[in-house]
């Protein structure tokens, strides 16, 4: 499983949008230890996952989509995990740069998406 570049989020199908808020509450609830995903390594901090999961949570808002809503809560890791102790607010992913979105947009070209009308 990958994180598709931040601002992919609102193109993203369905599919893929609801598997990418299960990837980030895997991150928040293991503390992403199990070793590294493309678009995001073990040194990112989990500020900028917890950023980047709230993306995701509002394109899920746009989209009518129902979850339980204290993912919104920056310090939550799920119903049955201790809360992080200090969470710092990120403005971005830094693994996100503009390498890495061409990187993701050709994956989703492969993929069949049309994304002829881009504007970042």
Same mark, same amino acid.
Request: aromatic share 14%.
């Given at each position: 499983m990958r994180l598709w570049h931040?601002?992919?989020?609102?193109?993203l199908d369905d599919k893929r949008l609801i598997k990418?808020?299960?990837?980030?509450?895997?991150f928040r609830k293991n503390l992403y230890q199990k070793g590294n995903y493309p678009g995001c390594s073990k040194d990112t901090d989990i500020s900028e996952i917890v950023w980047y999961h709230l993306k995701i949570l509002k394109e899920m808002d746009n989209r009518?989509?129902?979850?339980? /809503? $204290?993912?919104?809560?920056? #310090?939550?890791?799920? /119903? $049955?995990?201790?809360?992080? #102790?200090?969470?710092k607010n990120a403005e971005s992913v830094k693994c996100h740069d503009s390498q890495y979105l061409e990187a993701c947009i050709e994956r989703l070209k492969i993929k069949g998406y049309e994304l002829t009308a881009l504007n970042f």
């Amino acid at each position: 499983m990958r994180l598709w570049h931040y601002k992919l989020i609102p193109i993203l199908d369905d599919k893929r949008l609801i598997k990418q808020h299960c990837e980030c509450c895997a991150f928040r609830k293991n503390l992403y230890q199990k070793g590294n995903y493309p678009g995001c390594s073990k040194d990112t901090d989990i500020s900028e996952i917890v950023w980047y999961h709230l993306k995701i949570l509002k394109e899920m808002d746009n989209r009518g989509f129902r979850y339980d /809503k $204290n993912w919104h809560i920056w #310090l939550w890791r799920g /119903k $049955n995990m201790a809360n992080f #102790l200090e969470v710092k607010n990120a403005e971005s992913v830094k693994c996100h740069d503009s390498q890495y979105l061409e990187a993701c947009i050709e994956r989703l070209k492969i993929k069949g998406y049309e994304l002829t009308a881009l504007n970042f």
